[in-house]
């Protein structure tokens, strides 16, 4: 998580929970300095754009994936793609995912990800099957998002869902050793139940 000190953001957050509250609609997305709202309907092309443009790295922790083989013109389709891309032109792709020692269906979502992902070239890997990671993280180079959106057609298009995208140095390394952190203890279980 984030915590975000500024009035226009925080703003927007009110306006987002105020709409949440009474049924109505989503507030249009903001950006204040270096922090832009992004809606579900722009999650799909803004993760496209920081895949596309990334350089260096790309590091990805998502909870739930859901992904839509044939679908080209699908939003987490299209994400995908780019994300593959990326990894094919060279740069560091790596994503953990979680996997659950209860929710089966969650894990065969999963498990199709992470085969898609690694005949593209990404390196994958899972967390601590004992403690649920549910966060959706992407960091970008220096570029990190984050929010509530799980990488499926209803996070991306249907449900009411809050994200950021942070463009600061600084976040986006502190956003790495959480990474580190997250992926060495999903290899750290796997080795003790090998």
Not at 3 to 19: H, T
Not at 80 to 87: E, G, P
Not at 105 to 116: F, G, P, Q, V, W
Request: charged share 30%; hydrophobic share 40%; proline share 4%.
């Amino acid at each position: 998580d984030v915590l975000i000190k500024d009035r226009i953001i925080g703003k927007w957050f009110e306006e987002y929970f105020l709409a949440a509250w009474t049924g109505g609609k989503y507030p249009p997305p903001v950006f204040s300095r270096r922090v832009k709202i992004v809606s579900p309907e722009q999650l799909s092309e803004t993760l496209v754009d920081l895949f596309n443009s990334a350089r260096r790295r790309i590091m990805v922790i998502i909870y739930g994936i859901k992904i839509y083989p044939g679908e080209p013109d699908n939003p987490v389709t299209k994400a995908v793609s780019a994300l593959a891309a990326a990894a094919k032109r060279g740069v560091e792709t790596r994503v953990v995912f979680e996997i659950s020692d209860y929710n089966d269906a969650l894990n065969e979502m999963t498990k199709t990800a992470k085969d898609y992902f690694e005949r593209n070239g990404i390196k994958t890997s899972y967390e601590d099957v004992k403690t649920i990671t549910h966060a959706k993280l992407v960091i970008a180079d220096d570029r990190v998002v984050i929010g509530s959106s799980n990488w499926g057609y209803g996070g991306f298009k249907l449900y009411r869902e809050a994200n950021v995208l942070i463009n600061d140095p600084g976040i986006a390394e502190d956003f790495e050793k959480y990474f580190e952190r997250v992926r060495r203890s999903g290899a750290k279980t796997l080795e003790k139940n090998r």
